[in-house]
């Protein structure tokens, strides 16, 4: 049953209404009055407390899935798995693919590799396959392997982390450092694409002045959704409360093919990090707090808000 949920309205978010009004430039938001929201399905993120957490936008009730850090996860619908990185070590000690039953049950290492760092595990949209990232060879490079860990099998050629499979998964975006740092002093990270067997590498954002990552495609595969630091001006000034911020974060679409980028969060004073992008809305972070859209983007809410909870890497599980 759907629980009608109270929201507060604010369209800085309409990813959907954005990419279907392509003569329409992203203008700040619109104040306007509170509405009820109807927002159905379940966010898993990696909690600030070090736990990952299970959230239901229906009743607005959270459980800790397991007690183990973790920072991204994707659902196999039909096996209710959910795969996370372990960084109980601390991060990028060892850190490890694990998959979990929902419930929190079953906990399986997955990559089993002591001395090297796995992360970023995403699910083939078949379910039958997981990408992540690792540096078992040096630098941090795209993988793939079976859902019970073997067939291990290196795609990029390039750095490559975060890999984020297409819906009709023949292609798989991903973040790579390119090289150097941009003017305020983040590493030049670009989105990439290629084909899901590693060939046909190429890079989608190509901008030395910005970081460009962390992709998720939209769910009929004409869009992606990223991070980026491109909208930050040259005389940035950090907001009072933190002055140890270098840029600002929006998050930004573009076209799979890498052409009009817009920024559909536009906000300079807060930082909106880790889209996730499926047929249930978008989620993404804004200084921590968990925020959803609804499927047409017309609506968002603040799940922090209601359930106290705040962290990274939120991920659908459909
Ligand atoms: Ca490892
Ligand atoms: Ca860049
Ligand atoms: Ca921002």
């Not at 699910?123 to 019970?148: C, H, K, L």
């Not at 989608?204 to 910005?210: A, C, E, G, K, Q």
């Amino acid at each position: 049953m759907t629980r009608r949920i109270l929201a507060r309205f604010a369209c800085a978010a309409s990813f959907l209404a954005a990419c279907s009004s392509p003569d329409t430039s992203p203008g700040p938001p619109p104040s306007a009055p509170s509405r009820v929201l109807t927002v159905e399905g379940r966010i898993v993120l990696a909690g600030d407390d070090g736990e990952i957490h299970m959230l239901s936008l229906q009743t607005g009730s959270s459980g800790a899935v397991t007690s183990i850090e973790g920072d991204q996860f994707d659902p196999d619908g039909h096996h209710r798995l959910v795969v996370f990185r372990d960084s109980r070590s601390g991060v990028n000690v060892d850190d490890e693919i694990y998959v979990v039953r929902s419930d929190g049950t079953h906990v399986r290492n997955l990559t089993d590799a002591p001395d090297s760092n796995e992360w970023g595990p995403a699910w083939s949209p078949d379910g039958t396959r997981i990408a992540f990232s690792s540096d078992r060879e040096g630098m941090p490079q795209v993988y793939v392997m079976n859902v019970d860990g073997t067939g291990v099998e290196r795609l990029s050629d390039v750095e490559g982390e975060y890999p984020a499979w297409s819906p009709d998964g023949t292609r798989i975006a991903f973040e790579s450092y390119v090289g150097g740092t941009t003017p305020f002093g983040d590493p030049n990270y670009d989105v990439f694409i290629m084909d899901a067997d590693g060939s046909n590498e190429q890079n989608l954002t190509n901008d030395p002045d910005s970081y460009d990552g962390y992709p998720s495609w939209s769910p009929d595969g004409e869009w992606i959704a990223f991070e980026s630091t491109l909208a930050t001006p040259e005389d940035f000034e950090p907001p009072a409360y933190d002055r140890e911020r270098i840029s600002d974060f929006d998050i930004w679409v573009m076209r799979a093919d890498g052409t009009d980028p817009r920024n559909v969060t536009a906000n300079l004073e807060t930082l909106e990090k880790f889209p996730d992008w499926s047929s249930e809305g978008v989620v993404y972070t804004r200084e921590g707090a968990i925020v959803v859209t609804n499927s047409d983007g017309s609506v968002e809410l603040d799940v922090s808000e209601q359930s106290g909870l705040f962290g990274q890497f939120p991920a659908w599980v459909t």
